[in-house]
């Protein structure tokens, strides 16, 4: 008798983790899945209960327990009923996980042909006491190809009191012969804002105090899972008793807080390698996991490619409203260009952090990555450094918030300061500012046909069209009747843009004028020059052009090939 006391003592003594005591009993008490729940409740009001189910989705989002709540739904005293009494025999024995008529199976363990023959056996029987016979497969998409195929005629064609519920978070691993005979259910991860809410339910009925930021950090812990989320709670109470703090609970979950991230974004911004040496060093002498810091980062890079698009307050970032507002703070110095870059390099060096015997030196490489990846310019910007007039590139300015910085000569350096973001068309200034000021305004009185050619290459090279101007030069030009004719030789005809054209015309004259192209003989070009010559007057012509000898004074180097893109 004293042993028997003793036991029963024991037993009482045990404590139960918060994810089981406070697993929903009812559809009302699960947290989301609201298409899921009202799907199953009128299927059940109407009496239209399905043989099989397919319940998929990430960890912790509640499959098993919407499986044991549809049973007890379905075993009911009242039932089958959407809300269980909760009270009858049936009810309490499948909540404590023992009742001899919903059969709960793990098949990562019994994934084999003969369990599933055993099953399909079992089958065959009926209920002992309830209404139905469920049959709760945990984990299927681990059980064999040969087992599925054992069990494929049995779930298509199962009893009248045979219901099959199969849990995975591998839907795709379900052979589409199975899925086929049963109604899937894509179950989702928990919304942030309601998880947080679950959280601070929970902390409510177990006398917990936590602060928003706490319940934050717990929230992002779950990354969508309920149960991971109540697990990590369940810690954090362990650890720190009934007030809960986020600086506690991040160093309990080995999580980094927004300041510490910022210290990184701050060394962007400000473009110093040494201080992210020095963050390097400062998770090395604190014992962090460089690999959980590398992963937070992507995160944290993540979360403010968001802030910028989006602003603050969105709700696709699973974050509180006071470091939304922080983040979309932050994300302001930076263009979208920028984050998008830091966010391919931050998963980059988590890759390599998975396989690195010296993952201090590849953190440290990363993040001097970054660093040198801020100081790059965009294509648009190092152009227009080419067009200045003295050849050589112009000065090009660019601005980050108000900090600009001026290089000549080609060079092309970059200022930082507050918001703002590098690259856009408002910070670059070429040395064409004053062009349109200093361009006389244009002749109301046409040209002289011999001179059209010559008037309109100029032109259109000053705008920019080479192509055009080129086929411009080699073809004959004649006005008649406010028409302008080009005769055009068929190699250069695919350079001959109309709109192009009057664009140039319109800013010599003041006015369109009506263009006509023909293609054929150019009288000028009756003499055609042997292959080699016309290769040389190609390359003559080519190696001639303003903007490839601008190429060559700013780049240097040697010109080996030419390659005519019309051919």
């Not at 005769?487 to 140039?504: C, F, G, H, R, V």
């Amino acid at each position: 008798m004293p042993r028997i006391t003793r036991g029963l003592a024991f037993a009482h003594l045990m404590y139960q983790v918060i994810a089981r005591k406070y697993r929903p009993q009812s559809f009302a008490d699960v947290v989301n899945q609201e298409h899921v729940k009202t799907t199953l409740e009128n299927a059940i009001a109407q009496n239209r209960i399905a043989h099989g189910y397919i319940f998929s989705g990430q960890r912790g989002t509640g499959k098993t327990t919407v499986a044991r709540i549809l049973a007890r739904c379905l075993n009911c005293v009242n039932g089958p009923t959407s809300h269980p009494c909760d009270a009858c025999a049936s009810c309490r024995e499948i909540a404590a996980g023992g009742s001899v008529d919903v059969i709960e199976i793990d098949a990562a363990s019994n994934r084999g042909i003969n369990e599933m023959r055993e099953l399909r056996e079992n089958v065959r029987y009926q209920p002992a006491r309830d209404r139905y016979k469920v049959f709760i497969i945990d984990e299927a998409h681990q059980i064999t190809n040969e087992a599925f195929n054992a069990l494929l005629k049995t779930i298509e064609e199962p009893p009248a009191w045979a219901v099959f519920v199969l849990c995975t978070t591998e839907a795709h691993k379900i052979p589409a012969t199975i899925a086929s005979r049963c109604q899937h259910f894509s179950f989702r991860s928990v919304d942030f804002e309601e998880l947080m809410a679950r959280i601070a339910w929970i902390c409510g009925q177990e006398g917990i105090q936590a602060d928003a930021e706490a319940l934050s950090v717990l929230a992002q812990a779950g990354e969508g899972s309920v149960r991971d989320s109540l697990s990590a709670l369940d810690q954090a109470i362990a650890c720190c008793g009934d007030t809960l703090r986020a600086a506690d609970v991040r160093a309990l979950l080995g999580a980094f807080s927004l300041d510490s991230l910022e210290r990184v974004s701050q060394a962007l911004v400000e473009g110093s390698p040494a201080r992210m040496l020095e963050v390097v060093d400062e998770l090395e002498r604190n014992g962090h996991n460089l690999q959980h810091f590398s992963r937070e980062l992507a995160r944290y890079f993540r979360n403010l490619i968001v802030a910028r698009i989006a602003g603050g307050g969105t709700r696709l970032i699973a974050a509180s409203e006071a470091e939304r507002q922080k983040l979309a703070r932050i994300a302001a110095q930076f263009s979208e260009e920028d984050l998008t870059r830091y966010l391919q390099l931050a998963l980059d060096l988590f890759r390599d952090l998975q396989s690195s015997l010296q993952p201090r030196f590849h953190l440290e490489l990363g993040l001097l990555r970054m660093v040198q990846a801020g100081r790059l310019v965009s294509i648009e910007v190092a152009l227009a450094g080419l067009g200045g007039p003295s050849g050589r590139g112009g000065d090009v300015a660019t601005a980050r918030g108000g900090g600009v910085a001026t290089g000549r000569g080609g060079d092309v350096a970059t200022g930082r300061g507050g918001e703002g973001a590098r690259g856009r068309a408002g910070d670059v200034a070429t040395g064409r500012a004053g062009d349109e000021t200093r361009t006389p305004a244009p002749s109301t009185q046409n040209p002289e046909p011999s001179s059209w050619r010559e008037k309109l290459h100029a032109k259109l090279m000053e705008l920019g069209m080479p192509f055009t101007a080129d086929a411009v030069e080699h073809s004959e030009v004649v006005e008649a009747n406010g028409e302008l004719q080009f005769t055009t030789p068929k190699d250069l005809s695919i350079s001959m843009q109309a709109d192009e054209i009057n664009q140039a015309v319109r800013q010599i004259v003041g006015k369109p004028l009506k263009i006509k192209i023909t293609i054929g003989d150019v009288g000028v070009q009756e003499k055609v020059p042997a292959p080699a010559a016309q290769a040389d007057d190609v390359s003559h012509r080519a190696l001639a052009h303003p903007e490839v000898r601008r190429f060559r004074d700013l780049l240097g180097g040697e010109v080996r090939t030419i390659r005519n893109l019309k051919e």
